[in-house]
């Protein structure tokens, strides 16, 4: 962000976070083929949401204690003008229930004796299409991009209208805040830096090695370094969270719903973006796109999909998106975003490092606003080798916004990478086009 933007929020309090450890590594040689260190990132849920079968509508309930008339009147005053005041920043939220359960049963009917066609985790965002009362509760029918549990039913008793009760440390009410997300001109006048990996993995990147509070530190330091050699505009930092990742025979592990949270909330409260990347697996782009997209109700959050992991053999092949798919995950986007009236611009970064990922790459078109396609350009390597494939990278000219990534070095045991030497910021910022987002691995 700027820099005069950016002195004010330094005034912010900080926020105390949970010290999240990195996981165990695990010692795995990789093919030449794969670009990311890759492993199970410990306290992952694994698989698709159909997969689970632990029914928590049988959960104790806790005795509310009875309080007078005026009391209760009170209360439902202030929810309700809490749930005005964050309307904005969260959009349009009519019909609309979050799960609040950590694991909730779809049901084939609007009964608890009902078969069970799958759950959904907690986070996870359906559309009401249907409300009845049986056995003395409220089922909703829903509406859910996953055609095994769209048109099922669940309990409206573990199920939420309003996000914030999904949150710990913040409500997003901050309007100076929102107002600089939400900006038009945000990624013209400010160089993004952003730090990459899982929380729970020190092999996976940068985000794996440090503390919530300490990574932000850390970011914000080294989009300083790069404030300092723009004269035109400013920098602002972000936190790049691999979401869901790949495992063998394609299916994806996804970060607890409370961690990406976690950070989420952090960095907003400092002015810091954060990117939600899905490695796909087996799945068509367009189903992935839509497992996170409900992340954008967030005001700093961006979405991101990597085209390397689009296989059922990670670290053995490396997988593809055309431009075809490109356009349809947009289109996903620019729909949600104007359905459900999010402000701002909202960024959607792929990534590529051989010309095999990028599937007639021509076909892409970069004017679905209020979405920015992003072409990153990714890969490790030596600075000429890394400059010859951006050279590449920026061939694709109906994308103009570029990305380029860099990786920290970390340890010289077989299949970690690095960079070596790392180019430096100014070496970066010297490269034709420049990018406008830099991210650390």
Same mark, same amino acid.
């Given at each position: 962000?700027?820099?005069?933007?950016?002195?004010?929020?330094?005034?912010? %309090?900080?926020?105390?976070?949970?010290?999240?450890?990195?996981?165990?590594?695990? =010692?795995? *040689?990789?093919?030449?083929?794969?670009?990311?260190?890759?492993?199970?990132?410990? =306290?992952?849920?694994?698989? *698709?949401?159909?997969?689970?079968?632990?029914?928590? &509508? *049988?959960?104790?309930?806790?005795?509310?204690?009875?309080? =007078?008339?005026?009391?209760?009147?009170?209360?439902?005053?202030?929810?309700?003008?809490?749930?005005?005041?964050?309307?904005?920043?969260?959009?349009?939220?009519?019909?609309?229930?979050? /799960?609040?359960?950590?694991?909730?049963?779809?049901?084939?009917?609007?009964?608890?004796? +009902?078969?069970?066609?799958?759950?959904?985790?907690?986070?996870?965002?359906?559309?009401?299409?249907?409300?009845?009362?049986? @056995?003395? !509760?409220?089922?909703?029918?829903?509406?859910?991009?996953?055609?095994? %549990?769209?048109?099922?039913?669940?309990?409206?008793?573990?199920?939420?209208?309003?996000?914030?009760?999904?949150?710990?440390?913040? @409500?997003?009410?901050? &309007?100076?805040?929102?107002?600089?997300?939400?900006?038009?001109?945000?990624?013209?006048?400010?160089?993004?830096?952003?730090?990459?990996?899982?929380?729970?993995?020190?092999?996976?990147? /940068?985000?794996?090695?440090?503390?919530?509070?300490? %990574?932000?530190?850390?970011?914000? &330091?080294?989009?300083?370094?790069?404030?300092?050699?723009?004269?035109?505009?400013?920098?602002?930092?972000?936190?790049?969270?691999?979401?869901?990742?790949?495992?063998?025979? $394609?299916?994806?592990?996804?970060?607890?719903?409370?961690?990406?949270?976690?950070?989420?909330?952090?960095?907003?409260?400092?002015?810091?973006?954060?990117?939600?990347?899905?490695?796909?697996?087996?799945?068509?782009?367009?189903? +992935?796109?839509?497992?996170?997209?409900?992340? %954008?109700?967030?005001?700093?959050?961006?979405?991101?999909?990597?085209?390397?992991?689009?296989?059922?053999?990670?670290?053995?092949?490396? $997988?593809?998106?055309?431009?075809?798919?490109?356009?349809?995950?947009?289109? #996903?986007?620019?729909?949600? #975003?104007?359905?459900?009236?999010?402000?701002?611009?909202?960024?959607?970064?792929?990534?590529?490092?051989?010309?095999?990922?990028?599937?007639?790459? &021509?076909?892409?078109?970069?004017?679905?606003?209020?979405?920015?396609?992003?072409?990153?350009?990714?890969?490790?390597?030596?600075?000429?080798?890394?400059? !010859?494939?951006? *050279?590449?990278?920026?061939?694709?000219?109906?994308?103009?916004?570029?990305?380029?990534?860099?990786?920290?070095?970390?340890?010289?045991?077989?299949?970690?990478?690095?960079?070596?030497?790392?180019?430096?910021?100014?070496?970066?910022?010297?490269?034709?086009?420049?990018?406008?987002?830099?991210?650390?691995?």
């Amino acid at each position: 962000m700027s820099k005069k933007f950016y002195a004010r929020l330094l005034t912010l %309090l900080s926020l105390s976070i949970l010290t999240l450890a990195g996981c165990t590594e695990e =010692d795995t *040689d990789q093919e030449e083929t794969a670009d990311t260190e890759q492993e199970q990132p410990a =306290d992952s849920e694994s698989g *698709d949401d159909t997969d689970a079968t632990e029914d928590q &509508e *049988d959960a104790n309930d806790s005795d509310d204690e009875e309080g =007078d008339e005026t009391d209760e009147d009170v209360s439902e005053e202030t929810e309700e003008d809490d749930s005005e005041e964050t309307a904005s920043a969260f959009g349009n939220q009519e019909n609309v229930r979050y /799960i609040s359960a950590d694991r909730l049963t779809v049901r084939s009917e609007g009964s608890s004796e +009902s078969a069970e066609m799958g759950s959904l985790r907690k986070g996870n965002e359906v559309r009401v299409t249907e409300e009845i009362e049986a @056995d003395d !509760a409220v089922w909703y029918q829903i509406e859910h991009h996953n055609p095994s %549990l769209n048109e099922g039913w669940v309990s409206s008793e573990f199920t939420t209208s309003d996000l914030n009760e999904l949150h710990q440390l913040t @409500d997003f009410s901050n &309007e100076e805040m929102n107002e600089f997300f939400a900006s038009p001109t945000l990624f013209e006048d400010h160089t993004v830096v952003a730090y990459y990996g899982h929380p729970n993995s020190e092999i996976m990147g /940068i985000v794996g090695r440090h503390p919530v509070e300490e %990574l932000l530190d850390l970011v914000s &330091e080294t989009a300083e370094e790069y404030d300092e050699l723009l004269d035109d505009k400013g920098t602002v930092p972000a936190v790049y969270l691999v979401y869901g990742t790949v495992q063998p025979g $394609g299916d994806v592990f996804k970060m607890d719903y409370d961690l990406v949270l976690s950070y989420i909330e952090a960095a907003y409260e400092r002015g810091i973006l954060v990117y939600i990347d899905h490695q796909m697996g087996r799945h068509h782009p367009t189903y +992935s796109i839509q497992e996170i997209q409900s992340f %954008l109700r967030y005001p700093n959050v961006q979405l991101a999909l990597d085209p390397e992991w689009r296989t059922e053999r990670p670290m053995q092949e490396v $997988g593809h998106i055309t431009g075809t798919e490109l356009n349809e995950v947009q289109e #996903i986007m620019q729909a949600y #975003i104007e359905d459900n009236e999010i402000q701002g611009t909202r960024q959607f970064v792929f990534h590529q490092f051989v010309e095999k990922m990028i599937h007639d790459v &021509e076909d892409a078109s970069a004017d679905y606003e209020p979405v920015l396609l992003v072409h990153n350009t990714s890969g490790w390597g030596a600075p000429e080798g890394k400059r !010859a494939t951006h *050279d590449r990278v920026a061939e694709a000219t109906n994308i103009p916004y570029k990305g380029f990534k860099l990786w920290y070095y970390y340890s010289d045991r077989p299949g970690v990478h690095y960079d070596n030497p790392l180019m430096t910021p100014e070496e970066v910022m010297d490269l034709d086009p420049q990018p406008g987002l830099v991210i650390y691995q």
